[in-house]
Nanobody, 115 residues
Framework: QVQLAESGGGLVRPGESLRLSCAASGNIFSIDGVGWYRQAPGKARELVASIAKNGNIKYFDSVQGRFTIVRDSSKNTVYLQMNSLKSEDTAVYYC?????????WGQGPQVTVPS
């Protein structure tokens, strides 16, 4: 089974940018679609962006226009470009399937944007 591994993250100031990477251990098209999720302290995990196998893209309302999800098929990697970061974007970010079942969850990189 293909697994996903996240990287990136860090501490940035409001308004700055970060890029997260989600690398698949095999063919990324073996997964129905890939989503970026995040979980802030004390809150439920939420889906912020997804890209389906056919290329359809969806964004959570609060990140629309600021975050961009991109798939590089040659590298079996999905990126999340995060611009104009806000304090409310502070969370642990994960990538996982958006299909019928999840893959094993990784540790996820921490993204911290101080207020």
């Amino acid at each position: 089974q293909v697994q996903l591994a996240e990287s990136g993250g860090g501490l940035v100031r409001p308004g700055e940018s970060l890029r997260l990477s989600c690398a698949a251990s095999g063919n990324i098209f073996s997964i129905d679609g890939v989503g970026w999720y995040r979980q802030a302290p004390g809150k439920a995990r939420e889906l912020v962006a997804s890209i389906a196998k056919n290329g359809n893209i969806k964004y959570f309302d609060s990140v629309q226009g600021r975050f961009t999800i991109v798939r590089d098929s040659s590298k079996n990697t999905v990126y999340l470009q995060m611009n104009s970061l806000k304090s409310e974007d502070t969370a642990v970010y994960y990538c996982n399937s958006v299909g019928l079942s999840f893959l094993i969850w990784g540790q996820g990189p921490q993204v911290t944007v101080p207020s």
